[in-house]
């Protein structure tokens, strides 16, 4: 039997596809390479734009054709948690809906598909569902995520995803690093720490621990030889976080910090629970004790009220931090959020200009960062070759790519850059081989 896993939106449902796929494995499900080849396909979704929710639909239109071959249609992820049955009367075709929280109940899902029914599993009880007995059929065999908790209980005006990923809950630690100390013994270097709001990892654990005392805990693994975590939120990242990270040398000097606006007003609006002058004191603490650190972040125009002195407080944060990069969205209406109840006033064409001005000035601040890589010699893990060519990340999450021979995928080598481009470093192998 074959499953096709179609995956949108960000690392977490990266991960859930591992792990759907992990508990099809278990009852005789291979990944295929096409939805053509396969008996079984699903939609891992997401539902944090209107825009990403539209392509869930228009992509059921397109499968539709494929039920004349028996073929079972389901859909996962954030769009299935929030529509759940409303989907099911919408797309006629589709046999299941099956939320995040739900990922592990799908072979009792198929079972009752097979019976005819057409089912909707979406609760958000209070259990953590990620635990070491749970299949994970991993993408990579040099970098894992691993999930350090589920859920978001920040409720920011414009996200759905506290509605669609439920309350906050911890993994306990101890589970953690023995699925870290199981990856270090199948050979991975990389390990990425998941959560929506990784800070307020601890909260509600029986054990007393934060997110610096987890890093501390990982980072005694041996055999893995970088760690990474995402996603922060600027309110929680503390000043014992970026000294610990300053401290433990296989933490990556990579940090993701959605600022979303400049404007107190907005972020206000929001509901970020910070300013940007504590955004703004958060980065030049990083900078001061991790110079080298990579930030990136996530950026809303358009949010209801904003006026265009507000957006000119964004532009000017994004000058003065100098992000490596960003990931910047118009503002979409989110059903059942806080903001879905203002006039969603700023028009769509203004929503374009800001959008696009932001990107601009991005663009050339991302040109200019990476042209500061130049001549330098950095570690960079290998994990594709194709074609002669070896492509690796740095430790500041920067692509790079190099002509070279497979045998150096799945290693950490030191790499001189040759080139710099916006996205991406072209360098050669340094002489001496593996970096140490
Ligand atoms: S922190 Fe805010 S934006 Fe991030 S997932 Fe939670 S509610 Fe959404």
Known sequence: MKVFV?????????????????????????PASSEE??????????AVREKAEHKVYSELGRLKKLKKNG???????????KEGKALL?????????????????????LEEV??????????LNGSCITSLELPILRQDPYRAYVTVMEGCDNFCAYCVVPYTRGREISRPSSEIVEEVKRLADQGYLEVTLLGQNVNSYGKGLGEKIDFPGLLERVHQVEGIRWIRFITSHPRDFSERLVKTI?????????IHLPAQAGSNRVLERMGRGYTREEYLD?????????????????FIVGFPGEEEEDFQLTLDLVERVRY?????????????????QWEDNVPLSEKGRRLSQLLQLQDRITEEVSRTYQGKELDVLFYSWRDGVLEGRTRTNKIVTVLGDKRHLGAIKKVKIEETRMYQLLGTLAQGGESL
Do not use: W
């Open 37 to 46: 080849e396969a008996h079984l396909v699903i939609l891992n979704t997401c």
């Open 114 to 123: 097979k019976l005819g029914h057409r089912v909707v599993k979406t609760h």
């Open 324 to 340: 490596e990069g960003i990931f910047a969205f118009r503002y979409s209406v989110r059903k059942g959020t806080r903001a879905a």
């Open 89 to 109: 009367e919408r797309m006629p075709f589709v046999d299941f809906v099956v939320g995040p929280r739900n990922i592990y109940s799908l072979p009792q899902v």
């Open 71 to 81: 073929v079972v249609i389901g859909v996962c992820g954030c769009v299935a948690q």
């Open 282 to 298: 958060k980065v030049a603490m990083i900078r001061e004790h991790i110079p080298k650190a990579a930030l990136t972040s996530d």
């Open 246 to 254: 300053a401290a433990l040398p296989k933490v990556c000097e990579y």
């Open 6 to 30: 179609k995956t949108y939106g960000c690392q977490m449902n990266v991960h859930d596809s591992e792990k759907l796929l992990g508990v099809l494995a278990t009852i005789g499900y291979n």
